[in-house]
């Protein structure tokens, strides 16, 4: 091969090479992917879970992690997390840009410190934090029907009066509502104690405003809340208007509760966002015959919205208006 072949062939490969290098030379440096950003986080909280929902600017996935911002004594702030990664059980373990996630295992009234983490697939994160605080608990008691089954009169209706008295943890609330404890029916704003004209029957009682007779426990109203809540229930009825045992429980606020009595207490379901049960208790009067059946719908229910007219350490009621 002659020199000059050798030349040509020389200058040829550095012409190719120099060819192939040209388009990478053209087009400069390589770009950084843009950063990855979360954004509309908004949380929708019950009582016992809440629901987190984001977006992520480009395809995720996603793992969250909540504590109680502000820790109870003795408590520790490592709390319940939910990695989405690690095969978590909040949705499909798929990169998406719509995420919704399932917060479960929360305690009512708790405000919570939330953190969620974004992940691509080439490893760039995004981090977003917020607060929320879970809805308060509620267990309302609700007289949905008293059921007369003796009237206790020979002639005519009988005149009775029933009382319930609310518990929490089996002890009675005596301070606010008097040794009598609530009464059907009455005399409203008052608060005062009457007799009613009931023959034999079932009937739904309402209070002086036609709304139904509860008693609500609310949460943010308890330094302790109660674990059980319950009442006892007894009646009173005199053959006679203006009767003795009548008169004794209209003017004075010791109106006994003797064996008459009946005593009826719910274990409130913990972790759980409702619960509810149907109790009946007996009210009867021995002295006079009178036999009663009452009955009670006890509910356990989380509300964001705060119970008016707070009462420290006491159940509200609806029996007797204005109070």
């Known amino acids: 091969m002659s020199l000059s072949t050798q030349l040509k062939r020389l200058i040829l490969g550095a012409a190719l090479a120099l060819a192939a ?52 004594a003795g408590a ?18 798929v990169p998406a840009q719509a995420h919704e996630l399932k917060l479960t295992g929360l305690s009512s009234n708790t405000t919570y410190a939330l953190t969620v983490t974004a992940r691509t697939a080439d490893n760039r994160t ?15 008691i609700t007289l949905e029907s008293i059921e007369v089954t003796n009237d206790g009169d020979l002639i005519g209706p009988g005149e009775p009066v029933w009382f319930v008295k609310p518990m929490g943890d089996g002890v009675s609330y005596t301070n606010q509502y008097g040794d009598a404890g609530l009464c059907y029916p009455n005399a409203g704003s008052a608060g005062k104690c009457k007799h009613g004209t009931f023959g034999e029957g079932r009937f739904t009682p309402l209070n002086e405003s036609g709304r139904a007779l509860q008693i609500i426990f609310a949460e943010e109203y308890f330094d302790r809340f109660p674990e059980t809540v319950g009442l006892t229930a007894w009646a009173k009825e005199d053959d006679a208007i203006g009767g003795a045992s009548i008169i004794e429980c209209l003017t004075n606020p010791g109106c ?28 009867d009067d021995a002295s006079t015959g009178f036999a009663s059946v009452l009955t009670f719908h006890f509910e356990l229910v989380h509300a964001q919205a705060p119970y008016p007219s707070p009462v420290r350490n006491y159940p509200l009621n609806t029996w007797f208006v204005g109070r």
């Open 256 to 283: 006994p509760v003797g064996d008459d009595a009946a005593t009826r207490e719910w274990r409130v379901p913990q972790g759980v966002e409702f619960a509810e049960q149907t109790v009946t208790v007996p009210a």
């Open 21 to 72: 290098l040209a388009p990478a030379a053209l087009a400069g440096p390589a770009h950084a992917a843009a950063p990855l950003t979360i954004t509309q986080m908004e949380v929708r909280a019950a009582g016992t879970y809440a629901v987190v929902a984001f977006t992520s600017s480009e395809p995720a996935l996603v793992s969250a992690e909540y504590k109680p911002a502000t820790p109870a």
């Open 126 to 140: 995004a981090t977003a934090q917020t607060t929320f605080t879970t809805a308060k608990k509620r267990v309302r």
């Open 76 to 93: 520790t702030l490592a709390g319940p997390a939910i990695d989405l990664v690690a095969g978590g059980i909040v949705g499909p373990i």
